[in-house]
């Protein structure tokens, strides 16, 4: 390239080491399947979002899964727009019939029976969301049991709390692909007075015990954040969605806390502490993961806290737009691109696209390159509405550009 555009090594090394850790960014979201199930899978917004985890599919005492109708579709829906998706099983009130089915005299069956949701619905894995008293004497064989039954290139997560950390041996932490750390729920309707459920302080001492105390890779560590909040009224405690609490006090949107109309007050995480969260995500750990999708506004909406988290995914990629030498128009573009740079070498070039959750999502040009100017245009069209960014390498350098599909 020309030296006008030529970032310098140091920043080229930089840039190039800054956005391999962010593709590797995951954003889990969970999509609770009892209340309108279709309509939320439709409205995930798949440019920031990696992995969908259902929530949640439990057994009867025998054993049988029997998923909700829709199951198929919804898990289609969310296929179609590139995402991973597994079955959650589990949750916090999960049946008590858990704890004989992961016994030894059951536990192969009921694995067998979990392998075949698996394959008849076509997840990309499983999710084990087990609380509490839950994570009894059989977890640990029951999740190595399930670790080697799972099919080539499926997943198994777990959602897990630092409360009870030591009950889940360092084995079964080796078998899970990565955990959803569920930083958040330090108190609740359950309490007798009010304070912060999920203060940032929460997500230092949560990650420092996974990744730290318990060694995890960086990469299996993945921060959950909370998109509801607890309110506390003389009239007895409740869980409510961020989209309720901010659609009553819309102040709440840039604040942890709010005293109600009524002298009762609601806890809960604003924008400004999701981004605080993220920041210190895309550093410390492997992703974040969201309790619940539904719970949100549409990330198109500026109260949206995945919006937020999405501002800071987004400028954590080195963006570098030299317009003089590194042409990419039109931008934003419906439908097709075109590229102009100059390089002084011959090689091989890449340009590849990514969305805002850091996931690969095109590749227009793998090939040779030769000295003097380079100009292609490429289609755009097979990509969803949103921001990506476009990564150009050469022998000589890497920059990094952001692309808007209108």
């Known amino acids: 390239m020309k030296r006008s555009c030529i970032m310098g090594i140091a920043t080229s090394f930089l840039l190039l080491f800054s956005f391999s850790v962010k593709a590797e960014f995951k954003v889990v979201g969970y999509l609770y399947n009892w209340s309108s199930f279709v309509s939320n899978a439709k409205n995930i917004d798949s440019t920031k979002v990696t992995h969908v985890n259902i929530a949640f599919l439990n057994p009867d005492n025998n054993g049988n899964l029997s998923p909700t109708t829709s199951l198929s579709s919804v898990v289609t829906i ?67 049991a399930l670790k080697a039954a799972m099919p080539v290139g499926k997943l198994l997560t777990a959602a897990v709390a630092t409360s009870n950390g030591w009950d889940i041996y360092d084995e079964t932490l080796a078998a899970y692909d990565f955990i959803n750390i569920m930083s958040y729920d330090y108190c609740g309707t359950w309490s007798t007075s009010a304070c912060p459920h999920s203060p940032y302080s929460s997500a230092e001492t949560d990650i420092h015990y996974w990744k730290i105390t318990r060694k995890l890779s960086q990469d299996k560590v993945i921060l959950g954040l909370p998109s509801y909040g607890y309110s506390w009224e003389t009239g007895g405690n409740a869980l409510l969605s961020y989209k309720q609490i901010v659609g009553s006090y819309a102040r709440a949107a840039n604040q942890d806390s709010i005293h109600t109309n009524s002298g009762g007050v609601i806890y809960h995480n604003g924008i400004p502490t999701i981004k605080q969260k993220t920041t210190y995500a895309m550093d410390n750990a492997g992703g974040v993961m969201w309790w619940a999708l539904p719970m949100d506004y549409p990330s198109s909406d500026s109260r949206s806290l995945m919006r937020a988290m999405g501002e800071i995914t987004i400028t954590a990629i080195a963006t570098v737009e030299e317009k003089q030498n590194i042409l990419l128009y039109p931008n934003p573009s419906s439908t097709d691109i075109t590229l102009n740079f100059s390089t002084t070498q011959s090689g091989t070039a890449t340009i590849k696209l990514f969305d805002i959750s850091g996931k690969k999502v095109g590749e227009l040009y793998n090939g040779h390159l030769t000295t003097g100017d380079f100009s292609q245009t490429f289609a755009v069209n097979f990509l969803a509405p949103g921001i990506y960014t476009c990564v150009i390498s050469t022998n000589e350098n890497v920059a990094v550009m952001k692309l808007i599909r209108e």
């Open 78 to 144: 969310i296929h179609n727009k590139n995402l991973k998706v597994l079955a959650s099983l589990g949750g916090a009130g999960s049946p008590s019939s858990w704890g004989a089915l992961m016994d030894v005299d059951q536990r192969d069956a009921f694995i067998t029976k979990i392998i075949n949701l698996v394959n008849t619905y076509n997840f990309d894995g499983i999710d084990i969301d087990l609380e509490g008293s839950a994570i009894d004497g059989n977890y640990n064989d029951f999740v190595l």
